[in-house]
């Protein structure tokens, strides 16, 4: 244990469920190994590594969103050469297509693919907020009506565990109970507590324990109460990691950000804490400092479809005008492949190309996607190095330096309240 990290745990800075989980740094079960390797001493920002069947992933991570088992705009060869280690898939439109059969005759999706790194797959709950109109929830499961033909589909905690299974995900997410942010009354505590339910059937239907992790999912709204039950509950089975979930989707930051606070409070200090649904760059760097772990979102992918660039002095969208003459990298300094000179290997692209090419040419969504998904990538890997170093608050400061062009007045309010709770003054 590095004298960092020793220092955080006798100040009790890792967690606070028990006595246990307050100073244990590492957790061993078949399908991984999570160990942390460093802690912020001021803000609760922490990195670790976590040993999964197919590699590595060292944490802070962000992780790619491939919904149908196909990165929208890359090859999995050129997600590899981007360094990263782990990306999703949905369970859901799996099952739709190519279906069960298909991936149980192939092998699961990592031969489907070509994908050699770790996969982690979705569960299927968010889709009874994104398909609503065409879900029916009880306490047996969801019955869907497919989005491609209108034949139905009963997704339970079984048919989760089973469709998952023949994917073959390193990490499974149970079927939890999703309700939109912003539901209020007796419908979140519902949720809450049938999500919980749900994953007990989760686990006793989950075949290969062995080889696949399975992630409990905590729900409850914005209400800190039901939270805080739901992280006793599920911290209580012993499931290798456990995600924040029911959040990013429109409910105002501050509440997001208490939400993640609170959970990453109670949850056991040695595994994985993974706050689902999170893409854009300021909740990344503040979350990471209220101590979550893992990411996903498929904004970097979704907002390169539109020309727009993610870059460290804020987005670009390049299809504007004011591009067509300009014959710089899409961000100076940084070190995809796109914005990499010839001279050292890249492929030294401008920001005209990309104008000439943004949202009428496949190949602009193709080339933004490679800068997009390696800052996030890269974002991380900074992210991490800081609290290897102890300077995440140094880290942090820089961020919103570059991104707002050192205009104090223009950092956003709930980031500036959010940081000031772990210690890291703006």
Known sequence: MSGLLQKSVEKGALGSISSVSSTATSYQGPAMKFELVGKCSKSKARAATMKLPHGTVETPMFMPVGTQASLKGLTYEQLKDLGCKICLNNTYHLGLKPGQETLDTVGGAHKLQGWNGNILTDSGGFQMVSLLKLATITEEGV?????????????????????????????????????????????????????????????????????????????????????????????????????????????????????????????????????????????????????????????????????????????????????????????????????????????????????????????????????????????????????LQDSYPDFVKQFFHDLYNGDREKYPSWAITALKTVNIDL
């Not at 990490?171 to 505590?189: F, H, K, N, S, Y």
């Not at 670009?316 to 010839?342: A, Q, T, W």
């Open 143 to 387: 019955n869907f009506l497919s989005p491609h033909d209108g034949s139905p589909m009963l997704l339970t905690p079984e048919h989760s565990m089973s469709l998952q299974n023949s994917i073959g995900s390193d990490i499974m997410m149970q079927l939890d109970d999703v309700v939109a942010t912003l539901t209020t009354g007796p419908r979140v505590e519902e949720a809450m507590h049938r999500s919980i339910r749900w994953l007990d059937r989760c686990i006793k239907s989950h075949k290969n324990p062995d080889t696949q992790n399975l992630f409990a999912i905590i729900q409850g709204g914005l209400d800190l109460d039901l939270r805080r039950q739901c992280c006793a509950e599920m911290a209580a089975r012993d499931t290798p990691g456990i995600a924040i979930g029911g959040l990013s989707g429109g409910e105002d930051k501050e509440s997001y950000c208490r939400v993640v606070s609170l959970c990453t409070d109670l949850l056991p200090a040695n595994k994985p804490r993974y706050c689902m649904g999170v893409g854009y760059a300021e909740d990344l760097v503040v979350s990471v400092a209220l101590g979550a772990d893992l990411f996903d979102c498929v904004y970097p992918t979704r907002t390169a479809r539109f020309g727009n660039a993610i870059t460290r002095f804020g987005n670009l969208n390049l299809r504007s005008r004011k591009y067509m003459d300009d014959f710089s990298p899409v961000e100076e300094g940084c070190g995809c492949p796109i914005c990499k000179p010839k001279s050292e290997g890249g492929l030294g692209i401008t920001r005209s190309f990309i104008f000439h090419l943004a949202a009428k040419e496949t190949a602009g969504a193709h080339l933004l996607t490679l800068h997009n998904v390696y800052y996030q990538l890269e974002l991380m890997r900074r992210a991490r190095r800081a609290i």
